[in-house]
């Protein structure tokens, strides 16, 4: 027998309440018994998205969040700035592509946060760009990018901010109001302990008025349409009930934790993966601004960051994540978010400390475990 442990950043754990109401019979959808659910989870995702504006639930994985906003908000032949530090900001200059849109594209080294006066240059530079596209957590390489302050300089622009938090909302900070982000896309499988398969989307008033212009073509994923619908307490199409149903059980998880305490202890585990890793010599991969939803680390010279990382999930049963393209083997990432606390941080490290003893790597054993216990302990 072998126990799995998994330490992913997306597809997270779930918690017991959230397995139990997936396995629920069915229920109709056009039903008043679904209405009162669908009003239960439209008021918890305000909650985590700190916004008194419209989130709309969409059946999609985390992009077609990310498609909804940039066809929802654009046109083609629209310039729009994206901001690329890993896989995640890229695919934003992607779906620009695929519509036509311009992407303006500011490249940052992976590892870094954007540096928010860029983007202010940019904006000034030219006052036809639309919109910003960035991402809270850049998942690919650990990096939070500072939402506040990109807020803070696209406000007085006629652009809108959309930010990717598919992973980072309801695990860290995120103010959509307060910050002035205009759309806010998230996901169901991260920090809201959920399976894939939901994905929802904050609009702001100065989006909506974007949206009202924009001619970009869409059906499925159409705003104003879901938007008619929830004014209704109903969806366009049939939703992923039992996934909706399972929202709101991870929602009154998250009400009686509360964000702050959430955000709390994400910061903790967080402190406490990072002094591990440090203890253990090894190096982070973004020290300047390490996200507090997942930890990438470099992988030491002479080991095999592949092979470490498939014997930790074939033989032990603990899931981590590798490198993603030009990072494969070069780093591994161990998520600390969702319905993950401070004892599977433990067994993440003490796993990932067997491993590497056994590859030859050379450090005092539980010396991570140690690190991480004292943070733990303060
Ligand atoms: C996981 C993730 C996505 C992709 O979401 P899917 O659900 O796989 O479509 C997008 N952006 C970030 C930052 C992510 O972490």
Sequence with gaps: ?????????????????????????????????????????????????????????????????????????????????TVEGGKFGERWTELCSAYGIKPEVIK???????????????????????????????????????????????????????????????????KTDAWSVDVCVSGSQKGLMLPPGLAFVSVSKKAWGKIDAAKCPKYYFDLKVAKKAMEKTDTPFTPAISLVIALAEALKIIRQDTLENIFIRHTKMAEATRAAMQALGLALFAPDAASDVVTAVKVPAGIDGEKLVKVMRDTYGVTIAGGQSEMKGKIFRIAHMGYIGEFDIIVGISCLEKVLKQMGYKFDLAAGVKAAQEVFLK
């Design 108 to 174: 940052v080294e992976w590892g870094k946060a954007v540096d928010p006066r860029e983007i202010e240059r940019k904006l000034k530079a030219n006052p036809a760009i639309k919109a910003v596209f960035t991402t809270l957590c850049e998942t690919s390489t650990g990096v939070s990018n500072d939402i506040k302050a990109i807020g803070e300089v696209v406000k007085g622009s006629d652009a809108v901010l959309v930010v990717d938090a598919i992973s980072g909302l309801g695990a860290v900070d995120l």
């Design 1 to 81: 027998m072998k126990k799995n442990y998994l330490l992913t950043p997306g597809p997270t754990p779930l918690p017991p309440e959230v397995c139990e109401a997936q396995s629920r019979p069915i229920i109709h959808h056009r039903t008043p018994q679904f209405q009162a659910v669908l009003k239960e989870v439209t008021d918890g995702l305000k909650y985590v998205f700190q916004t008194s504006g419209d989130v709309m639930i969409l059946t999609a994985s985390g992009t077609g969040a990310m498609e909804a906003a940039v066809v929802n908000l654009l046109s083609a032949g629209d310039t729009a700035i």
